[in-house]
């Protein structure tokens, strides 16, 4: 089931790169993406709230709070650059380098999370790498 959730996240990134670019056409880079944000937090903690999870947050330890935190560093310091990136370049050219984020999510993934690292998984990581590279070379 992970697959099927895995590829409709990339069909919806890849909406978010065409939306995104059209967004940002008329408005700074970081106001788009405080916009954005908002209407994320809307629509998340709405979810939670239709589906009843909002009352496990007490429930959350620090532990699991403070990765959450740096999760929302990372990934609004990763929509900053990608809106000012989009308002720069074409999404072309973007996205290809963006997605760098998966080959190296790949090898953090062994290092830090000590997953498996096999020749398939290399050798996809460097086909990926080489890939993006191509497009925007």
Do not use: N
Not at 33 to 42: D, M, P, W
Not at 51 to 80: P, Y
Not at 90 to 96: F, K, L
Not at 118 to 133: E, N
């Amino acid at each position: 089931m992970w697959q099927v959730y895995a590829l409709l996240a990339a069909v919806f990134a890849a909406l978010t790169a065409i939306f995104s670019k059209l967004g940002v056409r008329d408005v700074d880079s970081g106001l788009a993406t405080a916009i954005r944000v908002g209407f994320i937090l809307l629509l998340t903690w709405g979810m939670s709230l239709y589906a009843g999870t909002w009352r496990e947050v007490r429930q959350i330890g620090g532990h699991t709070w403070l990765f959450l935190f740096l999760s929302a560093v990372a990934t609004g310091l990763s929509w900053l650059c990608y809106f000012k990136a989009l308002q720069l370049g074409d999404v072309s050219r973007v996205a290809p380098l963006d997605k760098l984020s998966v080959p190296l999510a790949m090898l953090l993934g062994v290092l830090v999370l000590g997953e498996p690292c096999d020749p398939k998984t290399v050798a996809g990581g460097i086909l990926i790498t080489a890939g993006a590279l191509l497009l925007v070379l």
